[in-house]
């Protein structure tokens, strides 16, 4: 698989002059995004997102360290021709429709009047804003103003989209409408790299992740190397047996535990599962799953994240509180 986006050893710090702070917004950070993939950077506030998207299109320059991408660099502009960008905070002049607005945006980047068309309804139908192509901005809700965004970011059918917190601020629907249109990019032949401190969904969507605090990098890899517990240990799901105590003393069982009405949960060392499967068979109970057991991305993020006692708190959505500078 060929390599989208190098980022080597990459820092930037800031200086604010009159109070002579140094902040060191990203320390040190490398990853690698390949062709096709959907990549997840991930953080809590602060973290230092937006600065390391910042430096990968070239809207700041990196204190030291290097981004190569798509054979060139940020600043080569046959390299930004082939990337679509979605700010963390776009700003829509909201008279317009968005129509008119990418139309503005076609304009600028010189696609023809008839293909601009085209595209411009065929990209408002993927991101389910056809409905609404005539409306002004101003009357659409935020999940419409981030699809927007995407269109927008799209309208130069790029080889790779950047997007800086596309989940942030939608409603559940909202979230799911994005991540679906994420999904279809990458079946669409796209490469995805999107940054997000709200972690509900972005398992299911993300094949690698980065995940980032106060700089520095403290995970990466594929969801499956991260969320797999090396713990050795597999749960086995069993229905029709309501009974635990049996369980708890047979060879190789770790801990088992009622799971609804009637069913069991039981957490057992890997080389056991197959035995104990034939065990719950045998004594009438129907096998409903087994799984090497995995952490959530959330359990992941909160224990790689976690520096002080009173934060980062996780409200039920998944959404990391509390945790800004
Ligand atoms: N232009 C700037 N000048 C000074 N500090 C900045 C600037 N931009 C960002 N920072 C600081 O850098 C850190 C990382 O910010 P940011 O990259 O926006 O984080 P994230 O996107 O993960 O929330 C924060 O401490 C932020 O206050
Ligand atoms: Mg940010």
Redesign the pocket.
């Known amino acids: 698989m060929d390599e989208i986006i190098r980022v080597e050893n990459l820092s930037?710090t800031?200086?604010?002059p009159f109070r002579r702070k140094r902040?060191d917004?990203?320390s040190n950070v490398s990853f690698v995004v390949r062709r096709g993939e959907i990549f997840g950077f991930l953080?809590?506030?602060?973290?230092?997102?937006?600065?390391?998207?910042?430096m990968l299109t070239g809207l700041?320059q990196p204190t030291a360290g290097t981004v190569s991408m798509l054979g060139g660099g940020p600043a080569d502009l046959s390299v930004r021709a082939r990337i679509g960008f979605l700010p963390?905070q776009p700003y829509f002049y909201d008279y317009l429709t968005p129509v008119e607005l990418l139309d503005v945006f076609g304009r600028i980047f010189g696609i023809p009047a008839r293909i601009r068309k085209e595209r411009i309804e065929s990209l408002l139908t993927q991101v389910g804003l056809f409905e609404a192509r005539n409306r002004t901005l101003r009357k659409f809700s935020k999940g419409m103003l981030q699809r927007t965004g995407i269109a927008q970011a799209l309208l130069n059918d790029p080889e790779l989209v950047i997007l800086?917190?596309p989940l942030s601020g939608l409603d559940p629907v909202g979230r799911k409408e994005v991540n679906d249109l994420i999904a279809t990019l990458r079946q669409q032949g796209k490469t995805i790299f999107f940054?997000s401190?709200i972690l509900a969904d972005i398992e299911r969507l993300c094949d690698r992740v980065v995940i980032?605090d106060?700089?520095v990098t403290k995970a990466a890899g594929t969801l499956s190397e991260l969320l797999t517990s090396d713990s050795g240990e597999r749960e086995i799901l069993a229905g029709g047996i309501t009974d635990v105590s049996g369980l708890n003393g047979l060879d190789g069982v770790v801990r088992c535990e009622t799971y609804g009405t009637d069913a069991v949960r039981i957490v057992c060392e890997s080389a056991a599962s197959d035995r104990l499967v034939g065990t719950l068979l045998r004594a009438g109970g129907t096998i409903l799953g087994v799984n090497d057991r995995r952490i959530s991305l959330e359990q992941l993020f909160v224990s790689r994240t976690i520096r002080e006692k009173s934060c980062p708190a996780t409200d039920n959505e998944g959404e990391v509180r509390g945790v800004?500078?």
Do not use: C, M, Y
């Open positions: 930037k800031f200086r604010t902040v917004a990203v953080g809590p506030n602060g973290a230092g997102k937006t600065t390391t998207i910042k700041i963390e800086d917190e940054s401190h980032l106060r700089g800004s500078e």
